[in-house]
């Protein structure tokens, strides 16, 4: 399945992709929570999947055409966005910095949230003018975990989406910590979709690529994370509870403007475009 979050900002609702429609859950299900962060708490999952299964034949499901709506991020509300840093060994390289032996966290704040097609918007100049884009795999938590067994990890997975890490580097490394620097707001496209775990398969050997205009920036493959996906949830649910609909960003490859020589970094006009293997395009212009 792939599941999409759909409507004005602050007002999505969850539907899910039947062709080239959308299956509105919320006029299908009034009784339901209104956000896939509900309905994944209230373990709704067996009763959606029945649901979908008879939609393609049944009739008076309401849809509304995919191109008639914005895509919000898939999870606009998630309790937390954990994400990895140093998480590719060549991007470790070009930063001349040794892989960490054990997985580097940090968070951006869920405000930080848009979906594919909203803008990036700079900050003023004054604030923050060394602004970059990362090109990550995004895992989407389905169940509740604590101390999660690598063996059990992927048993907590809805499934994958593609994320753009967009990073200050000003405030980033001025700061010395990394949280203000990753959570501008709308420093954190999502999208399109969540393509679901039985239908993507093995999150590993995916092609990643982040593309600014014409030029393509980064070419990776998610076959070369330091910490695989169950290692990354075996490890952040040791630290800290992880929820329903909670993100794991889970690193980006090399090839991002701050370590380029001669730097490079977001312009306004440019179109940035997240590539990643059996998910699609996240496209955002920056303003």
Same mark, same amino acid.
């Given at each position: 399945?792939?599941?999409?979050?759909?409507? +004005?900002?602050? /007002? =999505?609702?969850?539907? $899910?992709?039947?062709?080239?429609?959308?299956?509105?859950? @919320? #006029?299908?299900?009034?009784?339901?929570?209104?956000?896939?962060?509900?309905?994944?708490?209230?373990?709704?999952?067996?009763?959606?999947?029945?649901?979908?299964?008879?939609?393609?034949?049944?009739?008076?499901?309401?849809?509304?055409?995919?191109?008639?709506?914005?895509?919000?991020?898939?999870?606009?509300?998630?309790?937390?966005?954990?994400?990895?840093?140093?998480?590719?060994?060549?991007?470790?390289?070009?930063?001349?910095?040794?892989?960490?032996?054990?997985?580097?966290?940090?968070?951006?704040?869920?405000?930080?949230?848009?979906?594919?097609?909203?803008?990036?918007?700079?900050?003023?100049?004054?604030?923050?003018?060394?602004? +970059?884009?990362? /090109? =990550?795999?995004?895992? $989407?938590?389905?169940?509740?975990?604590?101390?999660?067994? @690598? #063996?059990?990890?992927?048993?907590?997975?809805?499934?994958?989406?593609?994320?753009?890490?967009?990073?200050?580097?000003?405030?980033?490394?001025?700061?010395?910590?990394?949280?203000?620097?990753?959570?501008?707001?709308?420093?954190?496209?999502?999208?399109?979709?969540?393509?679901?775990?039985?239908?993507?398969?093995?999150?590993?050997?995916?092609?990643?690529?982040?593309?600014?205009?014409?030029?393509?920036?980064?070419?990776?493959?998610?076959?070369?994370?330091?910490?695989?996906?169950?290692?990354?949830?075996?490890?952040?649910?040791?630290?800290?509870?992880?929820?329903?609909?909670?993100?794991?960003?889970?690193?980006?490859?090399?090839?991002?403007?701050?370590?380029?020589?001669?730097? $490079?970094?977001?312009?306004?006009?440019?179109?940035?475009?997240?590539?990643?293997?059996?998910?699609?395009?996240?496209?955002?212009?920056?303003?």
């Amino acid at each position: 399945m792939r599941l999409v979050s759909f409507g +004005d900002p602050g /007002a =999505e609702r969850p539907g $899910v992709l039947i062709g080239s429609d959308i299956l509105d859950l @919320r #006029e299908a299900r009034p009784a339901w929570p209104s956000s896939w962060r509900g309905i994944l708490m209230e373990n709704l999952w067996p009763e959606l999947e029945s649901m979908v299964a008879g939609a393609e034949q049944a009739v008076g499901l309401p849809t509304v055409p995919l191109g008639s709506v914005r895509l919000g991020a898939p999870v606009p509300d998630p309790s937390k966005i954990v994400a990895v840093g140093l998480n590719y060994r060549d991007h470790a390289e070009e930063q001349n910095k040794q892989p960490p032996e054990v997985p580097l966290l940090f968070s951006k704040a869920p405000s930080c949230l848009v979906g594919p097609n909203d803008p990036i918007v700079l900050p003023d100049d004054a604030v923050e003018n060394q602004v +970059d884009a990362e /090109a =990550e795999l995004c895992v $989407v938590i389905a169940t509740r975990g604590k101390n999660v067994r @690598r #063996e059990d990890a992927m048993s907590h997975i809805l499934g994958y989406t593609a994320f753009n890490d967009v990073s200050g580097r000003g405030a980033q490394y001025g700061d010395k910590q990394w949280f203000r620097g990753k959570s501008f707001d709308t420093f954190g496209p999502c999208g399109p979709w969540i393509v679901t775990k039985d239908e993507l398969g093995d999150p590993s050997g995916l092609s990643l690529e982040s593309h600014w205009g014409e030029t393509r920036m980064q070419s990776g493959n998610t076959s070369n994370l330091i910490h695989d996906v169950p290692a990354l949830i075996a490890y952040i649910s040791k630290q800290m509870t992880l929820e329903p609909g909670d993100l794991i960003a889970t690193g980006t490859p090399s090839g991002v403007g701050v370590f380029r020589d001669p730097k $490079v970094f977001l312009q306004r006009g440019m179109t940035v475009r997240i590539c990643l293997e059996k998910v699609g395009e996240l496209i955002n212009l920056v303003v």
